[in-house]
């Protein structure tokens, strides 16, 4: 069955700094990959998502992830992290139809 | 605006005891799904429905029974025979073929 592993727990870096969060992930075929982001007691908002074609992927709040097939992964980057991107991340692969399978997650914290 | 629905946000009962999660959704979407999120345990799909009248278990779904009589709404029931409900359970939705998912807020449910 498809899965995503996070191998990060957890996460600080200062603000201003850059950011890679990992996701590794296990299929077979192309798969459907998605990073989505968590505030503290709330719902996950959609980053991006990779299906086919180019692999740099583009998303909201200035993030992008990057699809690599020799190493089965899809890392989330920023180049300059704000106060305000603290929260938990994660990674998820479709799996069958219409589900999505979650990493364990990424929390992040932003030192001042 | 459209959106997805969840209440209450926080919820207590006491042990033994069933409680029904509500969950409506106003953005015609056929998929709607269940997941527990416990701490660094991601989350974990307990029921899916893709179609009114029509669900099927997730990963977890002991102790958690769902019901689809309408499109807009997908209810959680955690049940006494749950050996653990206490967890954060998130509802979420897509159109079919999507694969993007909208999140509601969660609703925290502690039993003591």
């Known amino acids: 069955a498809q899965s995503v592993t996070q191998p990060d727990i957890h996460i600080t870096v200062s603000e201003g700094a850059s950011l890679e969060l990992r996701c590794n992930y296990s299929?077979?075929?192309?798969?459907?990959l998605f990073w989505y982001v968590q505030s503290p007691g709330q719902g996950l908002q959609l980053l991006l998502k990779?299906?086919?074609?180019?692999?740099l992927v583009q998303g909201i709040k200035g993030f992008e992830a990057e699809f690599k097939r020799s190493q089965s992964s899809f890392n989330l980057r920023k180049p300059s992290v704000h106060w305000s991107d603290a929260a938990e991340y994660f990674c998820?692969?479709?799996?069958?139809?219409?589900?999505?399978?979650f990493g364990q997650g990424t929390r992040l914290t932003i030192n001042p | 605006d459209g959106g997805i629905t969840q209440s209450p946000k926080y919820l207590f009962r006491k042990e033994g005891q069933n409680v029904t999660l509500s969950c409506e959704q106003n953005?015609?979407?056929?998929?709607m799904y269940w997941y527990r999120q416990d701490p660094g345990q991601g989350l974990r799909l307990i029921y899916y429905?893709?179609?009114?009248?029509?669900?099927q278990k997730g990963d977890i779904a002991e102790g958690y029974s769902v019901s689809r009589e309408k499109k807009e709404s997908f209810p959680l029931t955690v049940t006494s025979a749950q050996k653990n409900p206490t967890a954060f359970y998130l509802c979420?939705?897509?159109?079919?073929?999507?694969?993007?998912?909208?999140f509601g807020s969660g609703t925290r449910l502690t039993v003591v």
């Open positions: 979420a939705s897509s159109a079919l073929g999507t694969y993007g998912y909208t």
């Open positions: 299929y077979g075929a192309t798969p459907y």
């Open positions: 990779y299906f086919s074609g180019d692999t």
């Open positions: 998820a692969v479709v799996q069958g139809a219409q589900k999505l399978v």
């Open positions: 953005l015609n979407h056929d998929a």
């Open positions: 429905s893709q179609i009114v009248n029509d669900f």
